[in-house]
């Protein structure tokens, strides 16, 4: 983190409970290189200053979790310096001309929601951790305490970019970057320096971020890109809200009906929230720190922002049909779907898919507008081609789904 000596730099961390936490409770330690480093966490509405410990702000029972708002306040002296949150280290550099004093400075009240869009589960991860400390990107440095772009996140997705490479050149409206493997670190620099090696984070919740290495014209991203190294490989998480997600999703572009997108939108976020599961219990990778990839193969089929800007019809089928999921009984169904039938949809069963969620939901059907047709796809669920030409019927995007998904309702999926 960069800012001006006597500036502010925001950021928030994310903890995840394994055990009860009381309110006011310790979470994490903290140390710092300097003692002018001033620390503050967000506490509802007000904020708390920090010495020597992160607390919960209030009770917090298993499996849950909270993102506490971080406010660093870097000394009024040039150069380099470091805070420990538990596990994880802040590099604070401050450089420039000093910031002017505010007045406001321990008074810092409110971290804006306004205009933060939805983030999951932040960069860190202990692998043999009891509780999970996780943090988070700030946007960039400022020098006066507003907070509006520093606000909690709520609920987003992770999407692991499947880049086979060992470094990366990535640019955005902060400058250019340059990322590398270096034994089991990624290390980021800037203008020639490393500014930061570990589990690196480039760009906000507002970004677009250009790979520009990435050897493919759909390389542009919004939210943040995250480098790991995973299993010896230099890895690229984008870490974005559900919603700009789904206006990358490459799965029905505009030649397609727009009721047959429409349909596709609700089913795909269906299935992508899903695996969004806090609690983890519907992980598609497990002990991964990302929830889908942008493989079809293994995922479902995500090329950012390019295709978002490519594809204006599909992407105003996901803004008309924003946060809507399947579900049944209260709970979000797997909203399996392929490309086309020869006449009739497969039950989960007849893939030897054993223990399907909701099984009842994807019992075989006819599908006879794609008789004829070779089977392509696992045949589950919603079909390409039955979708399309029920829409070309006349058909809406909620009936289009009443037939594939029997039993089923439309819901608002709750952040």
């Not at 800012?3 to 409770?25: H, Q």
């Not at 002296?77 to 505010?102: F, M, P």
């Not at 014209?217 to 919004?222: A, G, I, L």
């Not at 794609?370 to 995007?397: D, F, I, N, W, Y």
């Amino acid at each position: 983190f960069v800012g001006r000596p006597g500036g502010f730099v925001l950021t928030s961390i994310r903890f995840t409970a394994l055990r009860k936490y009381n309110s006011r409770e310790r979470i994490a330690t903290v140390k710092r290189s300097n003692t002018r480093i001033g620390i503050w966490q967000g506490s509802g509405d007000n904020s708390v200053r920090v010495r020597n410990e992160i607390v919960i702000p209030n009770t917090i029972n298993p499996g849950s979790s909270v993102s506490i708002p971080i406010r660093f306040q870097l000394p009024r002296e040039e150069g380099v310096y470091t805070v420990d949150i538990g596990d994880s280290t802040y590099i604070l550099k401050a450089e420039g001309r000093r910031a002017r004093s505010e007045r406001s400075a321990t008074s810092f009240q409110t971290f804006s929601t306004q205009t933060r869009e939805n983030t999951q589960t932040p960069g860190y991860r202990r692998a043999q951790a009891r509780e999970i400390l996780q943090r988070e990107r700030s946007p960039s440095a400022t020098n006066t305490p507003t907070g509006s772009t520093a606000s909690a996140p709520t609920k987003g997705i992770r999407i692991r970019l499947e880049f086979d490479g060992r470094n990366l050149q990535i640019s955005n409206n902060e400058g250019v970057f340059y990322l590398n493997k270096e034994g089991s670190q990624c290390v980021l620099r800037k203008a020639g320096s490393i500014v930061q090696s570990g589990i690196v984070r480039i760009g906000t919740s507002g970004s677009i971020n250009t790979i520009s290495n990435w050897g493919s014209s759909f390389n542009k991203f919004r939210g943040v890109l995250e480098c790991q190294v995973l299993n010896g490989e230099l890895t690229i998480i984008n870490e974005l809200s559900l919603e700009n997600y789904m206006a990358g999703l490459a799965e029905e572009p505009d030649t397609e009906h727009f009721q047959k997108q429409r349909a596709f939108s609700i089913a795909a976020r269906s299935y992508a929230a899903f695996y969004m599961n806090a609690k983890g219990t519907n992980r598609k990778f497990q002990s991964m720190p990302y929830d889908g990839s942008d493989s079809p193969a293994s995922f479902q089929i995500y090329r950012g922002y390019v295709f978002e800007k490519q594809n204006p019809s599909w992407a105003k089928a996901v803004r008309d049909t924003a946060n809507k999921i399947i579900t049944k009984n209260g709970e979000i169904v797997k909203a399996a779907y392929f490309s086309s039938s020869d006449g009739r949809t497969r039950s989960p069963a007849e893939n030897g898919w054993n223990n399907f969620p909701f099984a009842e939901v994807f019992v075989s059907k006819p599908d006879p507008w794609c008789s004829g047709l070779p089977l392509r796809g696992h045949g589950v669920g919603m079909s390409g081609c039955g979708a399309s030409a029920q829409a070309e019927e006349g058909k809406t995007a909620e009936e289009i789904l009443r037939y594939y998904y029997t039993g089923t309702k439309i819901a608002s999926l709750q952040h």
